[in-house]
Structures are given as C-alpha cells and as structure tokens.
C-alpha cells in the first residue's frame, strides 16, 4: 500500500488516518452543500432503544418494521466517519462468533477452491437468491417485515427477494420442496418467534465462504425486538452431512429504519464473464 | 501537486476506512481487481450506467502519452449509493465535466476497465465513496 503514497505524506498509519482525517473533513469546503453532506454523515451513531416494541393484537411482540442490517438505523455502507459501533451487528469481542464445524471432506472441498472458484460460487455473483439462512447472514441490504397474528411476511430489498412465514402453528408438510427460504413452522418462546425450516435448494450457500449445504439442513431462526428500534435475530444451523455438529449465529441487531426501501433487479451482472475470463487464465497458468 | 497528495491522502483514508471495517459489497474486490494496480483518474464524465449489481461510470482520461481512453469504473450495487447520498440526477448533473477518480484496474487485464473506489465531482468536492478501496 505504501508503494502508493505520495513521498511527501508517507508517515506512519496512525498518522496517516489523523491526516486523512483533517483532510477529508477540513479539505472538502466545496460549497454549502458539501460542509451540510460531511455534517450529516459524521452524526450517524449508534440509535437508541426508543422504547417497548409494539405488539400485535394477540399480545405477541409485533416484528414489523424496516430494518437496517447494522446499529444505526440508516445507511452506513460507502460512508466515511461513522461511528465503528453503528456499522456492526454486533461486537465479536463481546458476543463472538463460532465458527462452523465441517466435517472433513466438507472442509477438504471448500480449502480446494480457487479464489476465482470461490468467488463464481456466491449467490451474489451469480444474481442468484440468498435462501434462507443467508439472507440473515449475508444481506447488506434492508428487509421489510410485515408481521400480523397469522403471518410474517419478509419483503428483501436485494434482488426484490420475498418471503412468506405462516404463524399460525400449521406443519411443515412430510416432504416439502426444496425452496431457497425452505418451508417453515413456528412457535413462540416467551417474546421470542422461533421459525423451524427443512427443505432448502442445495444451490444456496450458508456464508460466502464456501459454506455448502445439504439436503438435511434444518435452520431456526429466533426473532426478538428487546425494543422498538432494535430486531435481534440468531440463526442455528443443524446440517449433520455438512456439520461435526450444529452452528449458532451471534445475535445479530437489525435497526429501525425511516428512510426508502430500494429497488434491485439484478440485470447487467458483469461479474460471470469477467470472472470467467479471470478463471481461464489461471487454468492456463497451470 | 498539493491538490494531489490532498486527493491520495483521502484515497488512501478511504481504504484504510474500508478495509477496517465488513464487507458489506455485492462479492469480493480482491477476487476481481488488482490492489497492486490502483491508481488517480483524472477527466471528463462521459457517461453512466444506473443498474444493479453494480452502477457503472465511464470517464474520458488523458494517458501519459496524450491519447484519450474511456474508462468505464463499476461502483457499488445502487441502493448503497443512495443510503451514502449519491444519485444519478447526481451523475447526470456532471455529465460533461470533470471528474477525479481513485481506481484498481481489473485483474483479468480487461483494458480501461476499473473498479471505482472513490470519486469527486469537480463541481462540488465531495469525496463520495464508489466502493471497496484496498490499496
């Protein structure tokens, strides 16, 4: 990185962040305009409870909202000057994440892929669906619910993805199709709404890692809303053909939103070809 | 020259900026873009392309040797441009005008093809944020 600085400002990281700093805060007077931009983007914090979350008229805690994935309750991607705590879902010192067991020949098949393998691999590469769990697990983007007694509809912004939780106790059928947000039961735990799911498209990946699934993969997703602006939702993985054993999630916050939900149709993806090209020149290379 | 080293100082901020903080992009930079290859644009706005998974802007740059190319940058997916305040009235608006760009050429040796890091429209200064900057 350092091959890339001008000499005359090559000092130390820490004082290059102090520099930079004085620079894009102090450097950028280009007009009213700008000075009133830099403002707001450096008073995104981290939004407060705001209060008891509502509740339905069944006295179940109502999850509905538009919900942001981070602490801010706003958009915090491509921002400088944010409050590091508001970007996160949450702290990895404080509450951190396991990492997945795999069972060997899992592990095996994912170390053996390529960077360029890899990347092909993803659901956002590929504009395909996130399913279920990824769509908690790797969205940047908000999500809609729309909660009634019967029924939690889940409205993504990425891909104008949806989906439709039924809540009012039915089962899950004996032999559901595979679907990328599985098909779904669910039941209450205090304030907490547990959804159960079985039957997932094997096309879909757990995280962007590599992180495949099987055909026995059960997902529990567990929803709380501690208060008005937060939504805390932790996923459990159980996929005994892919998993030594079962995978939680840290208790991700998603916040409380005003702004505009988005639309994104994934039509021009560049990403297939370039990568392709960049996959053919490493096979030659071999 | 002091314009510069103001311009590659915040560059280098916004990557440090990005690179400290998750991912929160439509897939990987590193796997598609040359951090060894990030360098400042200078030119002309020529065009925009406001699409999904990635916007693309395409500036008009004097070589070294005095030949005029057309870049074209990819930027983030359009919804993370909105929630950090650019639009495309924002780009229509600068159509025709100059445009500073910090940019790492893709790795696959495509020519004139970037991904954009960060921009600023000469018109108003803002450094606006494009993408994953990792150099």
Redesign the interface.
């Given at each position: 990185m350092s091959a890339r600085i001008h000499p005359g400002v090559l000092c130390g990281a820490a004082v290059a962040l102090l520099c930079a700093y004085v620079v894009v805060v102090h450097g950028q007077r280009g007009g009213a305009a700008a000075a009133q931009n830099r403002t707001t983007e450096y008073a995104i914090k981290v939004m407060p409870p705001g209060g008891p979350p509502p509740r339905l008229p069944d006295g179940h805690v109502d999850l509905s909202g538009h919900w942001l994935p981070n602490s801010a309750g706003q958009g915090v991607s491509g921002r400088d000057g944010v409050d590091p705590a508001a970007r996160r879902q949450f702290d990895p010192r404080a509450t951190p994440e396991e990492k997945p067991a795999f069972q060997p020949w899992a592990e095996a098949k994912i170390k053996a892929m390529t960077p360029v393998e890899l990347e092909l691999s993803k659901s956002s590469v590929n504009c395909m669906p996130r399913g279920l769990p990824a769509i908690w697990l790797q969205n940047p983007y908000s999500t809609v619910i729309v909660h009634t007694p019967t029924m939690m509809a889940q409205l993504y912004e990425v891909l104008n993805n949806w989906r439709l939780v039924y809540t009012d106790g039915r089962p899950v059928p004996k032999d559901p199709e595979p679907w990328f947000h599985g098909t779904s039961t669910t039941h209450w735990d205090g304030d907490t709404l547990v959804v159960n799911s079985v039957g997932f498209d094997e096309r879909t990946y757990v995280m962007p890692t590599g992180w495949f699934h099987s055909d026995a993969m059960k997902v529990t997703e567990r929803y709380t809303r501690p208060s008005k602006n937060y939504l805390i939702v932790q996923i459990t993985v159980d996929d005994p053909k892919v998993l030594a054993k079962p995978w939680t999630s840290a208790s991700r916050r998603w916040t409380l939103g005003n702004g505009e939900v988005y639309e994104f149709y994934c039509t021009n993806n560049h990403e297939l070809d370039e990568l392709g090209k960049l996959k053919e020149q490493e096979s030659y290379g071999k | 020259m002091k314009i510069?080293?103001?311009f590659?100082?915040?560059a280098?901020?916004?990557?440090?900026?990005a690179s400290a903080?998750?991912s929160?992009?439509?897939?990987?930079f590193?796997?598609?873009f040359d951090a060894s290859k990030?360098?400042d644009f200078s030119g002309t706005l020529t065009k925009v392309?406001w699409?999904?998974?990635?916007g693309?802007f395409h500036v008009d740059v004097k070589d070294q040797d005095g030949a005029v190319h057309n870049w074209s940058f990819?930027t983030?997916?359009?919804?993370?441009?909105?929630?950090?305040?650019?639009s495309l009235e924002l780009f229509k608006q600068n159509i025709g005008k100059e445009v500073w760009v910090r940019g790492c050429e893709?790795?696959?040796?495509?020519a004139f093809y970037a991904a954009a890091g960060s921009l600023k429209f000469a018109?108003?200064?803002?450094?606006r944020?494009?993408g994953q900057l990792q150099?």
């Open positions: - | 510069l080293s103001r590659t100082i915040a280098v901020v916004a990557g440090v900026i903080t998750p929160f992009a439509h897939h990987s590193a796997a598609e990030c360098r392309e699409t999904n998974p990635h693309f990819q983030y997916a359009l919804i993370t441009l909105r929630r950090a305040g650019t893709a790795k696959n040796g495509r018109s108003d200064g803002v450094l944020q494009m150099d």
